[in-house]
Each structure stands twice: as structure tokens, then as C-alpha cells.
């Protein structure tokens, strides 16, 4: 039990570096493609955005601690966040008491949310934007990480 609760304790931390290393890498990819001039290619092929579409303006705005504007560049990722802090900070705690309740994982009655979020959020905005002409991301400015970048 407490061999196992150690493990449990290696594998958090772990799991918070390889995630902040993983953050850090995707907003240099993301930095790299704008300097490219790189765009969605189904966005491009298509004029339709993919459901994957304002993903990295949704993360910008969320580390900025703008949520409404991360919220309607992209609904997933803040709610996506939501159910991994919740997760999150009742596992620190659990460990932090000594005990492994949590340790099977994230409840999966919430990850459903997930899919369905950006499923529907990507489905609606293509109708908006075919139908009546809203282009919902065109709404929100451009969210920069730093002064001068974009
Ligand atoms: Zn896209």
C-alpha cells in the first residue's frame, strides 16, 4: 500500500512535468506556425472550420485568464480544463492525506462532455457562419501570449 502510494505520488509530479513540457512545446509549434503562415488546411479547402478550429487562440486567451474569449474561441478546451483541475486538486489532496482515492482516474461520466462540446460547438459555428454569415471566430480580436507577438 504505501510502496504503491509513493508510485502514485512519482507518477503525479511526472505527469505535471511531462504536461507542462507538452504545454510549452505545443505554444512553440503554435508560435512557429503563425511565423509560418501556416493555416487550417480543412479551413482553407473547405471554408469551413474543423473541430479543432480556435484550439490554440481558446489556450492563449485561457493563459491570459481570459475565459470568456477562450470560451467562445473554443468552449472545449476551458471545459476540458474544468474537468482536469477538478480532478486535478482532489487528487493532490488525496495524496497530500495519504490516501489513493482518485487513483483509478477521472470519473468517465464527465469526459463525454468532451466530444460533445466540440462536436456541437463546430457544427454550430459552421451553420452560423453558412447560414446567416457569422463568422464567430472573426468576432473575437486575436489573442497575443505576449506584446507584440501574435
Ligand atoms: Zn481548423
Not at 505520488?9 to 511526472?14: A, E, G, I, N
Request: glycine share 8%.
Amino acid at each position: 500500500m504505501k510502496d504503491r502510494l509513493v508510485s502514485l505520488k512519482k507518477t503525479f509530479v511526472l505527469l505535471h512535468l511531462a504536461a507542462a513540457a507538452a504545454l510549452v512545446l505545443f505554444l512553440w509549434a503554435a508560435r512557429l506556425a503563425e511565423a509560418l503562415g501556416m493555416r487550417c488546411l480543412f479551413r482553407e479547402f473547405f471554408g469551413l472550420y474543423c473541430p479543432g478550429c480556435g484550439g490554440t487562440r481558446a489556450l492563449y486567451a485561457l493563459l491570459q485568464g481570459r475565459l470568456l474569449a477562450a470560451f467562445l474561441y473554443y468552449p472545449a478546451l476551458p471545459v476540458t480544463v474544468v474537468i482536469l483541475l477538478s480532478y486535478d486538486v482532489r487528487m493532490l489532496l488525496s495524496l497530500l492525506r495519504g490516501q489513493m482515492r482518485y487513483a483509478d482516474g477521472i470519473d468517465r461520466r464527465w469526459l463525454w462532455l468532451i466530444p460533445a462540446v466540440m462536436l456541437g460547438y463546430a457544427v454550430l459555428r459552421n451553420v452560423l457562419l453558412w447560414c446567416f454569415g457569422l463568422d464567430v471566430l472573426a468576432l473575437c480580436p486575436l489573442p497575443t501570449l505576449l506584446p507584440g507577438v501574435v
